[in-house]
């Protein structure tokens, strides 16, 4: 197994633990080191009163991509939290489907500082920016 593949599946085996994913339909499309890209198709179910996809989805799924950024770059034996975001909503979230691009920016030894993008689907228009704190938190076995 290469490594790419051991860290799609690491990510993979704690998103699948998310019910809030599994809720809103996101998928996990691409791991590396220090990036994740994960995407969440339009469903009426996921609209405000505008019939635009609700800020509070794409804000998750920007959180999401940049926790899991940011967990490729940590231990086998630790795992993410957020500690802050700041997310700027540049346009309405007018999509079949939105796509999370979260970047690693800066490790360190506690904490990761990440980045993430979400566009439209075929990644013209950027829906939102986020900039994010994570703190590596290791497991007790």
């Given at each position: 197994m290469t490594?790419?593949?051991?860290?799609?599946n690491?990510?993979?085996?704690s998103?699948?633990?998310?019910?809030?994913?599994s809720?809103?339909?996101?998928?996990?499309?691409?791991?590396?080191?220090g990036?994740?890209?994960?995407?969440?198709?339009?469903?009426?179910?996921?609209t405000?009163?505008?019939?635009?996809?609700?800020?509070?989805?794409?804000?998750?799924?920007?959180?999401?991509?940049?926790?899991y950024?940011?967990?490729?770059?940590?231990?086998?034996?630790s795992?993410?939290?957020?500690?802050?975001?700041?997310?700027?909503?540049?346009r309405?979230?007018?999509?079949?489907?939105?796509?999370?691009?979260g970047?690693?920016?800066?490790?360190?030894k506690t904490?990761?500082?990440a980045?993430?993008?979400?566009?439209?689907e075929?990644?013209?228009?950027?829906?939102?920016?986020?900039?994010?704190?994570?703190?590596?938190?290791?497991?007790?076995?």
């Amino acid at each position: 197994m290469t490594t790419n593949e051991k860290l799609y599946n690491r990510i993979n085996k704690s998103f699948n633990k998310q019910n809030f994913l599994s809720l809103i339909g996101a998928e996990l499309e691409h791991v590396e080191e220090g990036k994740v890209i994960i995407s969440c198709k339009h469903k009426d179910t996921l609209t405000q009163q505008h019939g635009l996809i609700h800020g509070g989805v794409v804000t998750s799924l920007a959180d999401v991509a940049c926790g899991y950024a940011a967990l490729t770059t940590m231990p086998d034996d630790s795992e993410v939290l957020t500690v802050e975001f700041k997310i700027n909503l540049l346009r309405p979230a007018i999509s079949s489907k939105f796509i999370a691009t979260g970047q690693v920016l800066k490790t360190g030894k506690t904490l990761v500082i990440a980045e993430a993008t979400v566009t439209d689907e075929v990644g013209k228009n950027v829906i939102a920016k986020m900039l994010a704190t994570m703190f590596t938190k290791q497991i007790k076995k």
